[in-house]
């Protein structure tokens, strides 16, 4: 089955500073990588996502890349705020018909400081 | 929009007793929804997916018999855990999948509910 890693597993940033999390996935059929965000108690909540017929994707101060040669994704937030303190999942699935189960990586706990 | 809700959002139980958890799509129908454990400060694991009509899929390693899962409706999957154990203290999370096209194709996409801490005495 699908296997994803994520690092780091923590990261520190002042704010205004750029954070990046990096995941690397196993099949090479997967084909979908949302990025969700997730405060302590609650839900995750997705904050972008990317498909594999493109290679980034940004959304104002949130960027995803994918290469899907070297079968890894990155999340870029540019200019962070205390806000995006949260911890960030990676995720991985193949996006057709009745598939689509998702295979989380391990999480990374970004600590945005003033 | 696509809403999912859970009920509980906590409970405390005794041991050996068992608890349902109700995993709802308020805003649209889901022929597949999932089941997910969180442990404190670890990741999603997947436990099961639940298909509207039809018996669940269980992840290895995930006891169907202890996990009982009931998707008998379009919007409406249950998680029983029986006979509840300290160790099966946890954040539940269920996910309902919306399928549909946008502009750049057909997509399915996973909302989360709330989430149900269960807490085993």
């Known amino acids: 089955g699908e296997n994803v890693e994520q690092h780091p597993s923590t990261l520190s940033v002042q704010e205004g500073d750029s954070a990046v999390i990096k995941c690397t996935y196993s099949?090479?059929?997967?084909?979908?990588f949302p990025w969700y965000k997730q405060e302590l108690g609650k839900r995750p909540q997705l904050i972008i996502d990317?498909?594999?017929?493109?290679g980034e994707k940004k959304d104002q101060r949130i960027a995803v890349t994918l290469n899907k040669t070297a079968k890894h994704f990155s999340l870029h937030i540019t200019e962070t705020q205390p806000e995006d303190s949260a911890v960030y999942f990676c995720?991985?699935?193949?996006?057709?018909?009745?598939?689509?189960?998702?295979?989380f990586g391990t999480g990374t706990r970004l600590q945005v400081t003033l | 929009g696509a809403v999912v809700s859970q009920h509980p959002s906590w409970v405390i139980c005794k041991s050996g007793t068992s608890v349902k958890i109700e995993c709802r799509s308020l805003?649209?129908?889901?022929?597949?929804m999932f089941w997910y454990r969180q442990f404190p400060k670890q990741s999603l694991m997947l436990m099961a997916t639940?298909?509207?009509?039809?018996?669940?899929?269980?992840e290895q390693g995930v006891e169907k018999d202890k996990f009982l899962i009931n998707h008998a409706s379009l919007t409406l999957s249950t998680l029983t855990v029986t006979s509840a154990h300290p160790e099966d203290s946890s954040f539940y999370i269920c996910?309902?999948?919306?399928?549909?096209?946008?502009?750049?194709?057909?997509?399915?996409?996973?909302?989360f509910g709330p989430g149900t801490r269960l807490t085993v005495l």
């Open positions: 995720a991985a699935s193949i996006n057709t018909g009745t598939a689509s189960k998702l295979t």
């Open positions: 990317i498909r594999s017929n493109v």
């Open positions: 099949d090479s059929a997967s084909n979908y």
């Open positions: 639940s298909n509207e009509g039809s018996k669940a899929t269980y």
């Open positions: 996910s309902a999948r919306k399928s549909g096209h946008s502009g750049s194709g057909s997509y399915n996409e996973q909302f």
């Open positions: 805003d649209f129908q889901a022929t597949t």
